[in-house]
């Protein structure tokens, strides 16, 4: 496994409208791309039977979150998904989850054997002028070789259908989340719109410091605007909205890491580098544990169903999320494939506390 340099883990410390991708010049509409937290769903005055699928942040630690969507599907149970909202690692699954089972083999294949020089390439010297210590192009072409033409025809169609595909990303500029509208960004008929659908997955997958963010140019206002990782500040994006319905509304919750309020493991040396990991490691999981208490709560509130799936905290999760190893993501694929094929697997509530 590799460990992080001690450059890579001050950046993990710091981590913790039109508009449009500054260097390419793409232009996006925030007034009709960005989804606002009370905005109605399409199929809200609908009845029972619809699922909604969070799929949490977590880093390489999401290959657990790609095992329990293929082995869910092999169990028979997966249902179609009405909305799918993804953050981060959750962003980059989202619109395999979305699309259905036939695209399993293609999140499996992403989630077992990449690497990471397939998603990060490191700024060298560079790094003392860039806004990051990675450069995030070697996951773009990553994800120019998942996302195709075909595949955003398909989810401009659902979208067409009233099904929703929203990812979350961080404005690290105004310090707030921001969530997309992916599949109106399909549909839009834009020439470059698949440029733009890769950014915003790109985006949402950036943590600040460790990655560099995506400039987007507010056409509104002229200022450009920082975009990152959406698990800073919304590890799960779940909006009252989105579980409210006239009938049932089932919320589905993946979290890709351990949900409990206790490491599942003991840290091990005494040196600086080894601890600054270590309180980094614990304040993602705290907010992991937090979002997970806020989904569950707004399903409570709005009379949804709340089910969740979590890394069991008898699985140590990978030592750093950001190091893309095919070996341990894996391991952790197939304990989430386990998982998946259980329907006994599937919590009701989130953890207690210690849980």
Same mark, same amino acid.
């Given at each position: 496994?590799?460990?992080?340099?001690?450059?890579?883990?001050?950046?993990?410390?710091?981590?913790?409208g039109g508009c449009s991708i500054a260097p390419t010049g793409q232009?996006?509409?925030?007034?009709?791309?960005?989804?606002?937290?009370?905005?109605?769903?399409?199929?809200?005055?609908?009845?029972?039977?619809?699922?909604?699928?969070?799929?949490?942040?977590?880093?390489?630690?999401g290959a657990f979150g790609a095992g329990v969507l293929v082995g869910?599907?092999?169990?028979?149970?997966?249902?179609?998904?009405?909305?799918?909202?993804?953050?981060?690692?959750?962003?980059?699954?989202?619109?395999?989850?979305?699309?259905?089972?036939?695209?399993?083999?293609?999140?499996?294949?992403?989630?077992?054997?990449?690497?990471?020089?397939?998603?990060?390439?490191?700024?060298g010297i560079g790094v003392l002028i860039k806004a990051g210590l990675?450069?995030?192009?070697?996951?773009?072409?990553?994800?120019?070789?998942?996302?195709?033409?075909?595949?955003?025809?398909?989810?401009?169609?659902?979208?067409?259908?009233?099904?929703?595909?929203?990812?979350?990303?961080?404005?690290?500029?105004?310090?707030?989340?921001?969530?997309?509208?992916?599949?109106? +960004? !399909?549909?839009? $008929?834009?020439?470059?719109?698949? #440029?733009?659908?890769?950014?915003?997955? /790109?985006?949402? *997958? =950036?943590?600040?410091?460790?990655?560099?963010?995506?400039?987007?140019?507010?056409?509104?206002?002229?200022?450009?605007?920082?975009?990152?990782?959406?698990?800073?500040?919304?590890?799960?994006?779940?909006?009252?909205?989105?579980?409210?319905?006239?009938?049932?509304?089932?919320?589905?919750?993946?979290?890709?890491?351990?949900?409990?309020?206790?490491?599942?493991?003991?840290?091990?040396?005494?040196?600086?580098?080894? +601890? !600054?990991?270590? $309180?980094?490691?614990?304040?993602? #999981?705290?907010?992991?544990?937090?979002? /997970?208490?806020? *989904? =569950?709560?707004?399903?409570?509130?709005?009379?949804?169903?709340?089910?969740?799936?979590?890394?069991?905290?008898?699985?140590?999760?990978?030592?750093?999320?950001?190091?893309?190893?095919?070996?341990?993501?894996?391991?952790?694929?197939?304990?989430?494939?386990?998982?998946?094929?259980?329907?006994?697997?599937?919590?009701?509530?989130?953890?207690?506390?210690?849980?």
């Amino acid at each position: 496994m590799m460990r992080w340099s001690r450059l890579a883990l001050l950046a993990g410390v710091l981590a913790l409208g039109g508009c449009s991708i500054a260097p390419t010049g793409q232009a996006l509409d925030p007034q009709t791309l960005r989804v606002a937290a009370q905005q109605p769903e399409p199929w809200s005055a609908q009845g029972n039977g619809r699922h909604v699928l969070a799929l949490s942040s977590g880093g390489a630690d999401g290959a657990f979150g790609a095992g329990v969507l293929v082995g869910w599907t092999q169990s028979g149970k997966r249902p179609r998904f009405d909305l799918v909202s993804g953050v981060s690692t959750g962003a980059l699954q989202a619109p395999l989850a979305f699309l259905g089972p036939r695209y399993d083999r293609i999140l499996e294949a992403v989630y077992t054997t990449t690497r990471t020089a397939d998603v990060l390439k490191g700024n060298g010297i560079g790094v003392l002028i860039k806004a990051g210590l990675n450069k995030a192009d070697p996951l773009r072409r990553t994800l120019e070789g998942v996302i195709t033409e075909p595949m955003l025809a398909e989810i401009a169609e659902a979208h067409l259908q009233g099904r929703r595909l929203y990812v979350t990303t961080t404005d690290l500029t105004n310090g707030r989340p921001v969530t997309w509208d992916m599949g109106r +960004l !399909a549909a839009s $008929g834009r020439p470059d719109a698949r #440029r733009a659908f890769i950014e915003m997955l /790109v985006a949402s *997958a =950036a943590p600040p410091g460790f990655v560099e963010p995506v400039p987007l140019l507010d056409t509104a206002s002229g200022v450009v605007v920082l975009h990152g990782d959406g698990g800073v500040m919304r590890p799960i994006a779940v909006e009252p909205a989105m579980v409210r319905g006239a009938g049932r509304v089932n919320l589905w919750v993946i979290a890709n890491g351990h949900v409990s309020s206790v490491a599942a493991t003991q840290a091990t040396g005494h040196g600086a580098v080894t +601890l !600054a990991r270590r $309180g980094v490691s614990e304040l993602l #999981r705290s907010l992991l544990v937090i979002a /997970v208490e806020r *989904a =569950a709560m707004l399903a409570k509130d709005e009379g949804a169903a709340f089910r969740l799936q979590r890394l069991p905290n008898a699985i140590p999760e990978t030592e750093n999320p950001f190091v893309f190893e095919p070996a341990e993501m894996r391991r952790l694929f197939e304990v989430g494939r386990r998982h998946g094929k259980d329907p006994a697997s599937w919590l009701r509530a989130a953890p207690e506390a210690g849980a």
